[in-house]
């Protein structure tokens, strides 16, 4: 099969942990190699970001990154990028009029809004990721990361137009209903975790003897960071490890820290909060094996990837119930799920497990053998094959000849994936 991925502003070639980078990027460039893999050729169409970018690159095997000039070729927020979608969308159609592929996947509105206008000159079915919806971010007071206000109406505008949407969580799922998209056209498929590289048997990063918690994903302030800064006063002698956000030597300068560092200093835990920033991705298991406890606790997690790749590597997670973690994390088995921002509340709970080895290890080993039954990525990338094929089969199609191990799942593919 011939997939065409767009992803204007989230490269998969891009470094994660900033503003605008994250779990976006991960999810194309490990969903790609997955299909590739599995025998499909996959281009992904994203933003040129600096003048010396080729045309296109071979990002994994059966993998090709276009990258389409549209707009200044640098770094654009992603709030700023609707200006040049336009020009995104018209490049797509010049190309997709001479290498129409059988399908095309979008991830994230903007995305969606391109490829649904260049693929209806091709008579390509859409497929659409959304990564965030706006109606869930605004369910918590404070939520600041919302977006332009024609946001919704396109969301919305996105999600009946396209042949199926893939939800991330139930709860996305449950909000793309209330708005009125057909339940028969939306189908819940997670993220997913690459199991090479996050696995329970490893090395370690070097810790001293204070009990450990740790923080991964990006300081932005939905994720939530501040309240496990504020819930280290109550948890004596605990030091707080937070892996992402700038790159290691911009650290010190940069304000989603100098703002977490303020909140440190005011809940008097300053010397015990140590901010590592964007580490190599490569030594991300390393850390997540060093932590006594993993603790993820935004006010809105689409999917909650830092905290699936905590459980891969066998660490106890403490998670706020909201989105994703609430089928990812099975409460009180794989870890434990809180309301969001409740720091005196969290503080007690990470009391109670630092206090608890017997039962961090039985969550450490249930989460991890939940995470291997159900989000490695390759059987994500055969769920989401098997939606691409009932996509194609109502439009009264067939996948293209390059199907590879696919093949075998084809003839199944509509009971299964019903």
């Known amino acids: 099969m011939r997939i065409d991925m767009v992803s204007e502003h989230a490269s998969p070639l891009a470094a994660t942990g900033g503003g605008d980078t ?18 499909h050729t996959v281009v992904v169409h994203t933003r040129r970001t ?64 391109a490829a649904l206008s260049a693929a209806a000159a091709a008579d390509v079915p859409v497929v659409q990721t959304f990564h965030a919806l706006l109606s869930l971010k605004r369910m918590r007071e404070g939520a600041d990361d919302t977006g332009p206000p024609e946001r919704e109406q396109s969301e919305s505008e996105v999600a009946e137009r396209a042949d199926m949407v893939l939800a991330t969580s139930t709860q996305e799922q449950r909000s793309l209903r209330r708005r009125g998209v057909d339940p028969g056209r939306i189908a819940v498929v997670p993220g997913g975790v690459d199991l090479e590289r996050f696995f329970p048997e490893g090395p370690a990063a070097r810790r001293g003897d204070a009990p450990r918690v740790l923080c991964l994903g990006r300081l932005v302030r939905r994720k939530g960071v501040d309240t496990v800064v504020r819930a280290l006063a109550g948890v ?34 300053a010397e015990r909060v140590r901010f590592l920033g964007a580490v190599p991705r490569e030594q991300v298991p390393a850390y997540l094996r060093s932590a006594d406890l993993a603790v993820n606790m935004p006010w809105y997690e689409p999917f909650g990837m830092s905290t699936v790749e905590a459980m891969a590597c066998g660490a106890p997670v403490v998670a706020s119930a909201v989105g994703g973690h609430l089928d990812t994390v099975v409460n009180d088995v794989t ?9 005196r509340a969290l503080a007690f709970r990470m009391r109670r497990l630092l206090s608890d080895p017997v039962t961090r290890e039985s969550y450490g080993f249930a989460a991890a053998d939940r995470v291997t039954a159900r989000y490695g990525w390759d059987t994500v990338a055969a769920r989401i094959e098997r939606c691409y094929l ?17 093949g075998a799942l084809a003839a199944a593919a509509p009971e299964r994936g019903r």
């Open 22 to 39: 994250g779990g976006q990027n991960v999810h194309v460039a490990e969903l790609a190699r997955a299909l590739g893999e599995r025998g």
């Open 50 to 113: 600096a003048p010396d970018q080729p045309g296109q690159s071979e990002a994994a095997p059966g993998v090709t990154v276009r990258h389409v000039g549209a707009g200044p070729p640098r770094p654009i927020g992603r709030n700023d990028l609707p200006p040049y979608t336009g020009a995104f969308a018209e490049d797509l159609a010049r190309h997709w009029a001479h290498e129409a592929p059988d399908l095309v996947h979008a991830h994230d509105r903007m995305s969606g809004q």
């Open 236 to 269: 004596p002698e605990a030091e707080l490890v937070v892996v992402g956000g700038p790159a290691p030597g911009a650290v010190d300068g940069d304000e989603q820290v100098g703002r977490l560092r303020g909140v440190a200093e005011e809940a008097g835990v």
């Open 335 to 343: 870890g434990r799920l809180l309301p969001p921002a409740r720091p």
């Open 390 to 406: 009932r996509v194609l089969r109502a439009r009264g199609r067939e996948p293209g000849e390059e199907t590879g191990r696919s």
